[in-house]
């Protein structure tokens, strides 16, 4: 069973930081690219960056550069998002999501080129 599992949510104020993890099993890692996404209450799900399990690769939403730095850690099959200066717009849900690594080497993460999903985990920024 292919299982995508966030962790490390919760609330922080603004300018903190936090850490998601994406601890991933059931399919063969280092054959995906795992992808961070995230969806604010009344808005769309947007992307925030990609990275390759096989090259670590890595792509990022333009306006995400800069804040969000995204990485892999083969042997443990997790990837992590790193998040600072976190601002009250940052809060979302904020989901994990493998798919093919041709996207990230095509230049591009789409949510629609993602395979599978995680159930998300909630980041809350406080003013």
Do not use: H
């Amino acid at each position: 069973e292919v299982q995508l599992v966030e962790s490390g949510g919760g609330l922080v104020q603004a300018g903190g930081s936090l850490r998601l993890s994406c601890a991933a099993s059931g399919f063969t890692f280092d054959d995906y690219a795992i992808g961070w996404f995230r969806q604010a209450p009344g808005k769309e799900r947007e992307g925030i960056s990609c990275i390759s399990s096989s090259d670590a690769g890595t792509y990022y939403t333009d306006s995400k550069k800069g804040r969000f730095t995204i990485s892999s850690d083969n042997a443990k099959n997790t990837v992590y998002l790193q998040m600072n200066s976190l601002k009250p717009e940052d809060t979302a849900v904020y989901y994990c999501a493998a798919g093919s690594s041709w996207w990230v080497n095509s230049g591009s993460c789409p949510y629609y080129g993602m395979d599978y999903w995680g159930k998300g985990t909630l980041v809350t920024v406080s003013s």
